[in-house]
Nanobody, 128 residues
Framework: QVRLVESGGGLVQAGDSLTLSCAAS????????MGWFRQAPGKEREFLAA????????YYADSVKGRFTIFRDSVQSTLYLQMNSLKPEDTAVYFC?????????????????????WGQGTQVTVSS
Protein backbone atom coordinates (compact mmCIF):
# COMPACT_ATOMS: atom_id res chain seq x y z
CA GLN A 1 0.00 0.00 0.00
CA VAL A 2 0.91 3.62 -0.53
CA ARG A 3 0.52 6.12 2.29
CA LEU A 4 -1.49 9.15 1.16
CA VAL A 5 -1.72 12.45 3.02
CA GLU A 6 -4.20 15.05 1.83
CA SER A 7 -4.19 18.74 2.55
CA GLY A 8 -5.70 21.95 1.28
CA GLY A 9 -9.31 21.69 2.36
CA GLY A 10 -11.10 24.54 4.03
CA LEU A 11 -14.01 26.95 4.07
CA VAL A 12 -14.50 29.04 0.95
CA GLN A 13 -17.25 31.07 -0.65
CA ALA A 14 -19.20 30.14 -3.74
CA GLY A 15 -17.24 31.03 -6.84
CA ASP A 16 -13.87 30.66 -5.14
CA SER A 17 -11.12 28.27 -6.14
CA LEU A 18 -9.27 25.73 -4.01
CA THR A 19 -6.47 23.28 -4.70
CA LEU A 20 -6.18 20.03 -2.81
CA SER A 21 -2.88 18.18 -2.45
CA CYS A 22 -2.16 14.51 -1.89
CA ALA A 23 1.38 13.46 -1.03
CA ALA A 24 2.23 9.82 -1.73
CA SER A 25 4.91 7.86 0.10
CA UNK A 26 7.40 5.49 -1.44
CA UNK A 27 9.18 5.33 -4.77
CA UNK A 28 6.38 3.99 -6.94
CA UNK A 29 4.64 7.27 -7.74
CA UNK A 30 4.97 6.98 -11.51
CA UNK A 31 3.56 3.45 -11.46
CA UNK A 32 0.31 4.46 -9.83
CA UNK A 33 -3.12 5.48 -10.96
CA MET A 34 -4.31 8.12 -8.51
CA GLY A 35 -7.54 9.97 -8.18
CA TRP A 36 -10.07 11.83 -6.10
CA PHE A 37 -13.46 10.94 -4.68
CA ARG A 38 -15.77 12.92 -2.44
CA GLN A 39 -18.59 12.16 -0.07
CA ALA A 40 -21.18 14.65 1.09
CA PRO A 41 -23.31 14.04 4.19
CA GLY A 42 -26.10 11.61 3.44
CA LYS A 43 -24.86 10.95 -0.08
CA GLU A 44 -22.97 8.17 -1.78
CA ARG A 45 -19.27 8.45 -2.43
CA GLU A 46 -18.67 10.07 -5.82
CA PHE A 47 -15.78 9.66 -8.24
CA LEU A 48 -14.32 12.95 -9.46
CA ALA A 49 -11.10 12.47 -11.42
CA ALA A 50 -8.20 10.10 -11.91
CA UNK A 51 -4.82 10.15 -13.60
CA UNK A 52 -2.46 7.46 -14.84
CA UNK A 53 0.76 8.89 -13.45
CA UNK A 54 2.87 6.98 -15.97
CA UNK A 55 1.11 8.18 -19.12
CA UNK A 56 -0.48 11.36 -17.81
CA UNK A 57 -3.89 10.28 -19.10
CA UNK A 58 -6.64 11.80 -17.00
CA TYR A 59 -10.35 11.05 -16.74
CA TYR A 60 -13.08 13.18 -15.20
CA ALA A 61 -16.60 12.69 -14.02
CA ASP A 62 -19.07 14.68 -16.09
CA SER A 63 -20.16 16.54 -12.97
CA VAL A 64 -16.78 18.27 -12.58
CA LYS A 65 -15.41 18.30 -16.12
CA GLY A 66 -14.34 21.82 -17.03
CA ARG A 67 -14.29 23.04 -13.40
CA PHE A 68 -11.83 20.63 -11.76
CA THR A 69 -8.32 19.81 -12.99
CA ILE A 70 -6.17 16.94 -11.81
CA PHE A 71 -2.41 17.31 -12.14
CA ARG A 72 0.76 15.97 -10.61
CA ASP A 73 4.26 16.90 -9.52
CA SER A 74 6.33 13.76 -9.98
CA VAL A 75 9.36 15.27 -8.24
CA GLN A 76 7.31 15.90 -5.10
CA SER A 77 5.26 12.69 -5.54
CA THR A 78 2.15 14.78 -5.11
CA LEU A 79 -1.21 14.75 -6.84
CA TYR A 80 -3.38 17.84 -6.95
CA LEU A 81 -6.99 18.69 -7.60
CA GLN A 82 -7.63 22.26 -8.63
CA MET A 83 -11.26 23.22 -8.12
CA ASN A 84 -12.68 26.36 -9.71
CA SER A 85 -16.07 28.05 -9.52
CA LEU A 86 -16.94 26.16 -6.38
CA LYS A 87 -20.58 25.70 -5.49
CA PRO A 88 -22.28 24.91 -2.19
CA GLU A 89 -23.06 21.44 -3.56
CA ASP A 90 -19.30 20.80 -3.77
CA THR A 91 -19.27 20.68 0.04
CA ALA A 92 -17.96 17.25 1.01
CA VAL A 93 -15.04 15.29 2.39
CA TYR A 94 -12.56 14.78 -0.42
CA PHE A 95 -10.48 11.62 -0.55
CA CYS A 96 -7.30 10.87 -2.45
CA UNK A 97 -6.87 7.30 -3.71
CA UNK A 98 -4.14 5.24 -5.35
CA UNK A 99 -3.90 1.86 -6.96
CA UNK A 100 -1.22 -0.68 -6.19
CA UNK A 101 1.93 -0.06 -8.26
CA UNK A 102 1.54 -1.23 -11.84
CA UNK A 103 -2.17 -1.98 -11.47
CA UNK A 104 -4.50 -1.09 -14.32
CA UNK A 105 -8.16 -0.10 -14.29
CA UNK A 106 -10.14 -1.69 -17.07
CA UNK A 107 -13.55 -0.07 -16.75
CA UNK A 108 -14.32 3.63 -16.42
CA UNK A 109 -15.36 5.42 -14.34
CA UNK A 110 -13.10 3.98 -11.65
CA UNK A 111 -14.74 2.54 -8.57
CA UNK A 112 -13.62 3.04 -4.99
CA UNK A 113 -12.72 -0.64 -4.82
CA UNK A 114 -10.31 -0.31 -7.76
CA UNK A 115 -7.91 1.45 -5.42
CA UNK A 116 -5.77 -0.10 -2.73
CA UNK A 117 -4.82 3.00 -0.78
CA TRP A 118 -6.97 5.83 0.52
CA GLY A 119 -6.21 9.07 2.30
CA GLN A 120 -7.86 10.23 5.49
CA GLY A 121 -9.96 12.83 3.71
CA THR A 122 -10.03 16.61 3.80
CA GLN A 123 -13.14 18.70 4.36
CA VAL A 124 -14.19 21.26 1.78
CA THR A 125 -17.04 23.57 2.72
CA VAL A 126 -18.45 26.05 0.23
CA SER A 127 -20.71 28.74 1.65
CA SER A 128 -23.34 30.48 -0.45
Amino acid sequence: QVRLVESGGGLVQAGDSLTLSCAASGRTFNRLIMGWFRQAPGKEREFLAAMNLNSGYSYYADSVKGRFTIFRDSVQSTLYLQMNSLKPEDTAVYFCVATNPGQTIGVLPPQWTDFGSWGQGTQVTVSS
